[in-house]
């Protein structure tokens, strides 16, 4: 393995780097070479075994300053505690006596006369003689190596981080790196409402576990998903979340040595059932024991030139499982890291395929890792505008939220979204958002000024008169939706597993208050609610459902069946001569039950551009209740 070569060149290195310094403090009086030998073997092999457990736990990038070697520092301190005690405490403190009297003898008139004894006008100091075959300047030695990795690690790192972070010509190396492009125009691109997500993750943790006990195969015995691991993920057109079946203890791990596949939940419908995909034979998981660990294996593949971030797993368009995980590599001294390749890691076989951010299989949603774009866009919100000196703040913006959302407005197209605001502490809008290419380091700025953010957004949804429950707030997201910056959030009830589906919620984002969220327990009502409340209010936009105005159509009906939603029934239904189809729900009414194919009817809807539009109003004219009552006859 690579990691072997690598630990015998770093222990080498402390050991000819001790053993020079015991020679050149000993010198003078040096003892036989068959005791340096032994001693330098004792460290070398003790240097060799740490190194081997560094690299193979610790894992350290060999990039940076120091093409990544900074991690010698870390034996070196080791070696040289144990050189500088490799002779007993009495040896260490004869040794720093006679480093005292050397540094003191410097300079005077008898200058520096080496290791057996120094000068300094009538006085004489002679070290105590050594043992037969001791190395006296083993303490010395150590001593010296400490104070080497003292002046790398305050001093040499200080001044490469002053060198590359500070001043305004690094600032601006650190703003450009996102490569950031001004947008003029003040509307996000259009949101195909088809594939908005409904589903945190927390609701698909919850839906995840009742798939995992389901499955009847007993597997929630051995093993279990984790909340954080579910990834949001388009495959064939369609957004889900997945998440690897992982062991439940060591014990699972050490008895079956693979997971059986993985969960998908779907992210549109919160009323889906989830899947379990089974008969796959994943042995490379993130946390698993030894060489079975993702990151390990590939670090123990060869790719130890770079961090090994984000590993995240995607299935392509058969479904097959794999990892992938960016490689990335500093730009500025210790920091400014960007990706230099992606690997995609077979879940199965372990097989790594590297490629280049150009050359990234398209079902590949994301390489570039969310904590790196915040970092990227906190850079270039501080300097791209302002000097590196900005005590004042002006001109300076700042991430509004910790994490990007990741967002699909359309399905096969996800970016990074991340709203900007001001420095101040104080400010609660928008001074523009940015979408982030989540395969290339390229993002763009919009200027939508005033639109509501940080923890306003989240009150806005709770404080809602319709949140009678108070259910919690999640996977709050910016869509353009009707040609308004829209913010949708989804209601959830939290439970001892993740938590479960509750209502949408839908606010315009430039008109952020409680009173105006539609909360629905669907997305077309929500979507129906939301394009009612922009044309109540004069607010128009430029999309396709702009004015959502009413319209009327009486048809003959085709098809009409109920179903339920949420616990609440409602019926779909077909006209003639309509290409779309209508929902209502029961309380709309009491004719729903009673309509039959081929009556007339005559339906009221919001026209949003929607394949299934909900219903306003509903008349069934062939159900007549106008006539009057019959009079009971006379029973003779």
């Given at each position: ?184 125009s003040t509307k996000l691109p259009p ?157 199965q076989s372990g097989a790594i395929s ?206 009409i069946s109920p179903a339920t939603e ?71």
């Open positions: 393995m690579i990691i072997v070569g690598l630990a015998a060149i770093g222990a080498t290195l402390v050991t000819a780097l001790l053993v020079g310094l015991a020679w050149a403090f000993g010198r003078a009086s040096w003892p036989a070479w068959s005791a340096v030998g032994r001693w330098a073997a004792v460290l070398w092999g003790l240097n060799f075994i740490l190194d081997l457990l560094i690299f193979y736990f610790g894992q350290p990038a060999l990039t940076g300053p120091y093409g990544g070697w900074q991690w010698v520092l870390w034996p070196l301190a080791l070696s040289a505690i144990y050189a500088l005690f490799s002779g007993g405490l009495t040896r260490a403190r004869e040794s720093f006596s006679a480093f005292n009297s050397r540094i003191g003898a410097f300079g005077g008139q008898g200058g520096f006369t080496g290791f057996a004894g120094s000068r300094r006008g009538p006085s004489r100091i002679v070290p105590s003689a050594p043992p037969a075959g001791a190395m006296p300047a083993t303490s010395l030695a150590g001593g010296a190596a400490l104070a080497l990795v003292l002046l790398v690690a305050l001093v040499i790192n200080g001044l490469i981080v002053v060198s590359t972070t500070w001043f305004d010509p690094n600032a601006k190396a650190l703003a450009a790196i996102p490569n950031i492009q001004m947008v003029s949101t195909d409402v088809n594939h908005i997500v409904l589903v945190t993750q927390d609701v698909a943790s919850y839906l995840g576990q009742q798939a995992l006990a389901s499955g009847g195969q007993n597997l929630g015995s051995i093993y279990h998903t984790i909340g954080a691991e579910y990834t949001l993920q388009s495959v064939r057109g369609h957004l889900y979340w997945i998440a690897p079946l992982v062991y439940n203890n060591v014990w699972a791990n050490i008895g079956q040595w693979q997971s059986p596949g993985y969960v998908v939940v779907d992210a549109e419908d919160p009323n889906a059932s989830p899947q379990l995909r089974t008969g796959y034979h994943m042995r490379y998981l993130p946390d698993a024991l030894l060489n079975q660990d993702l990151l390990r294996h590939v670090y123990l593949s060869g790719y130890v030139y770079g961090d090994l971030a984000d590993p995240t797993l995607e299935v392509d368009d058969s479904w097959r499982p794999y990892f992938t995980v960016s490689l990335m590599q500093p730009t500025r001294g210790f920091t400014g890291e960007v990706v230099k390749r992606v690997l995609v890691v077979d879940t590297d490629y280049s951010l150009a050359q990234i299989p398209s079902w590949v949603d994301r390489v570039i890792p969310a904590d790196a774009v915040h970092q990227y866009l906190s850079w270039w919100g501080l300097y791209h505008a302002a000097s590196w000196f900005n005590p004042s703040g002006q001109n300076q913006q700042a991430p509004a939220t910790d994490t990007p959302e990741l967002v699909y407005n359309q399905v096969d197209q996800p970016v990074w979204l991340e709203p900007m605001t001001s420095s101040a502490a104080s400010d609660n809008s928008s001074t523009g958002v940015v979408l982030f290419d989540t395969r290339d380091m390229t993002g763009r700025f919009y200027p939508l000024t005033g639109l509501g953010v940080t923890d306003n957004v989240t009150t806005a949804f709770k404080s809602n008169p319709h949140n009678i429950r108070d259910y919690d707030v999640g996977n709050i997201e910016l869509y353009e939706i009707y040609g308004e910056p829209t913010w949708v959030a989804t209601f959830t009830q939290s439970n001892a597993y993740g938590a479960s589906f509750q209502a949408v919620g839908i606010v315009d984002a430039r008109h952020l208050n409680g009173a105006n969220v539609i909360m629905a327990s669907t997305k077309s009502d929500a979507l129906a609610g939301y394009a009612q409340w922009l044309a109540d209010n004069g607010v128009t936009g430029t999309g396709p459902a702009s004015s959502a105005k009413p319209v009327s159509v009486t048809a003959k009906l085709g098809r949420s616990g609440v029934t409602v019926y779909y239904m077909t006209l003639e001569g309509q290409t779309r189809i209508f929902k209502a729900g029961l309380t709309l009414s009491p004719e729903l039950p009673l309509a039959q194919p081929g009556d007339i009817v005559t339906v009221t809807y919001l026209d949003t551009g929607q394949s299934v539009v909900t219903i306003t109003a509903f008349n069934d004219q062939s159900i007549n209740f106008s006539g009057a009552a019959p009079t009971a006859s006379a029973t003779p």
